[in-house]
């Protein structure tokens, strides 16, 4: 049995379960419903809908079985099995996810083996608690490698002295055949007894020196991977750059100076725009806000204030948002956009679905490049795991010469905030 949130990150996912049956209660074709028009998963419910009349239409009805995939499957909207009654008394609501379980143990009871499967977690614990299998959907997902964007590398003073020298040296002269094997913008210490220099691959193999004294809007690298990260900020080549790593480890601040250094002061971009999703602390919502769409922003978009007022002067900011070179914008709005000339960041992207993620990226238009900030121990979007969204878009991308990725590892905000992200850190593992 599949829910709603399955169809709605993935609108094939029907077609992807081999020659199991696959059975949809009618509950979830009212949620499509719902959400055909929303801004964000809006397509996505289209689709799974247009896959179903598609079906419909090539077999007539689908309160049957009806083929479906290339491995014997079949699938059927469920229009039965809704009595409550098969539900503990706590179970009995008006709930959706209520219909959901009712009509999936109305059929195990009848002898049938029935699986529940979706990437709502509440749901799956629901569905734990009245003695239902449930799984959760994982066809997009990927094996994680564990790829922070970093390697240490023991190498002769020989080697360091070079790259000082000559700012990019091929590996292959130094006996380093196997730095070409790691995906291009990895970065590199490299360590020669009590001296060392930092570089990273570029996409032909090469290797190249990272300096320590760049910067951007007066913002400098404090620790090896901050200065790879503004490396990578800088370099117009790269078009989608990747920052993790735990709370307060400077992500959100490279990002934006790195913008506003490529819009005030190299004039390579038009202006910055920041979209943040709007989900709430711990995933609930905060109901509706007053006010216009500016002010109904202002509580997601004072955070992206917070860090500029702590970079830079108020006069600075004052000017910055004058000038109209910033800009703070709910997700809701990016369908439908094309982002031209514009420097765009993607803040907590570790709350986004692939789907939505991948939405954003198909967004940027001519000379426009995106930064993706993420810390996938603060995800507030219940919907997402650690092996999906933005977790598996770095999988998929690394190792292309447009995508880089560097994990930030030490915090820079405060020894409190570093403290408390130790500790959830640990309660988590």
């Known amino acids: 049995m599949v829910d709603t949130s399955v169809l709605l990150s993935d609108p094939l996912a029907t ?23 929303h801004p964000e998963l809006g397509w996505f419910a289209r689709e799974a809908l247009r896959l179903l ?48 379980l009712a009509c999936a143990l109305n059929l195990a009871a009848e002898g049938n083996t029935v699986t529940l499967v979706t990437k709502d977690m509440p749901l799956r614990v629901k569905a734990g ?67 060392s220099a930092l570089g990273r691959v570029t996409p032909d193999k090469q290797l190249r020196l990272v300096r320590g004294d760049r910067e951007a809007f007066g913002l400098h690298g404090r620790s090896a991977e901050q200065r790879v990260a503004l490396d990578l900020l800088l370099d117009t080549e790269v078009g989608i750059v990747s920052l993790g790593g735990r709370a307060g480890t400077g992500k959100s601040a490279l990002a934006l100076c790195a913008g506003l250094e490529a819009v005030m002061e190299r004039r390579q971009h038009r202006k910055v725009v920041v979209f943040r999703p709007l989900y709430a602390v711990g995933g609930q919502e905060l109901g509706y806000l ?29 000017e910055v948002m004058d000038r109209g070179m910033l800009e703070v ?9 094309s982002l031209h000339d514009s420097f765009v960041i993607v803040d907590e992207a570790q709350s986004l679905e692939r789907n939505v993620l991948l939405t954003v990226l198909s967004r940027l238009g ?64």
Request: proline share 5%; with cysteine; charged share 25%.
């Open 329 to 337: 914008m709910p997700l809701t709005h990016i369908r439908g956009r």
């Open 15 to 37: 077609t992807r379960f081999a020659e199991h049956e696959v059975v949809l209660p009618l509950v979830v074709i009212s949620e499509l419903e719902g959400k055909r028009h």
């Open 53 to 100: 009349d598609d079906l419909r239409l090539r077999h007539g009805r689908l309160d049957h079985p009806v083929p479906i995939g290339e491995h014997g499957g079949t699938l059927r909207v469920e229009l039965n099995h809704s009595d409550p009654e098969v539900l503990p008394a706590g179970f009995r609501t008006d709930s959706n996810d209520a219909r959901i």
């Open 290 to 318: 007053p006010g216009s769409e500016s002010e109904k922003m202002q509580p997601w978009a004072q955070a992206v204030f917070d860090t500029l007022g702590a970079l830079v002067s108020q006069d600075v900011v004052e």
């Open 129 to 195: 608690a009245v003695g239902l299998a449930a799984e959760e959907y994982r066809a997009h997902d990927v094996t994680l490698s564990g790829y922070s964007g970093m390697s240490d590398l023991d190498v002769d003073q020989s080697v360091v002295d070079a790259l000082y020298r000559d700012s990019v040296i091929d590996p292959a002269l130094f006996d380093l055949a196997h730095v070409g094997e790691l995906p291009c913008h990895s970065g590199l210490r490299l360590l020669a007894g009590t001296s």
């Open 366 to 429: 001519a000379n426009s490049r995106v930064v993706l900030t993420h810390d996938v121990a603060q995800r507030d979007n219940l919907r997402v795991g650690r092996h999906d969204g933005v977790a598996a878009v770095i999988e998929k991308l690394k190792g292309h010469p447009l995508f880089a990725h560097v994990t930030l590892t030490r915090s820079e905000r405060s020894p409190i905030a570093a403290l408390v992200t130790e500790m959830l850190e640990d309660y988590a593992s």
